[in-house]
């Protein structure tokens, strides 16, 4: 199975940045599609940013043009850039996994926390 570690989370003021990572460890298989969920107290986790393993990616319209994922498929890691951010981004962030004809996400990461002041 495949391991998912984040880290890169922290509290920052509105307009900074941060850069998420996600480790990946295991019985990794390509294709695959990797990306970033985040999730806040009583709410629904959302889909935050995907990308495959030929590095194909989809921006949630919410942070379309500030967020931009990356993966490096030699090193099993895939990234979140965070820019501009603003306090509506403040959450969990998760990393997850799936291959293909998974019904859902395969893997999990444990999740890192994003605060963003005002």
């Known amino acids: 199975q495949v391991q998912l570690v984040e880290s890169g989370g922290g509290l920052v003021q509105a307009g900074g940045s941060l850069r998420l990572s996600c480790a990946a460890s295991?019985?990794?298989?390509?294709?695959?599609?990797m990306g970033w969920y985040r999730q806040t107290p009583g709410k629904q986790r959302e889909l935050v940013a995907t990308?495959?393993?030929?590095?194909?990616?989809n921006i949630a319209d919410s942070v379309n043009g500030r967020f931009t994922i990356s993966r490096d498929n030699a090193k099993n890691m895939v990234y979140l850039q965070m820019n501009s951010l603003k306090p509506e981004d403040t959450a969990v962030y998760y990393c997850?996994?799936?291959?293909?004809?998974?019904?859902?996400?395969?893997?999990w990461g444990q999740g890192t926390q994003v605060t963003v002041s005002s």
């Open positions: 990308i495959t393993s030929g590095s194909s990616t």
């Open positions: 997850a996994y799936r291959e293909p004809w998974d019904s859902g996400v395969r893997s």
């Open positions: 295991g019985r990794i298989i390509r294709p695959n599609t």
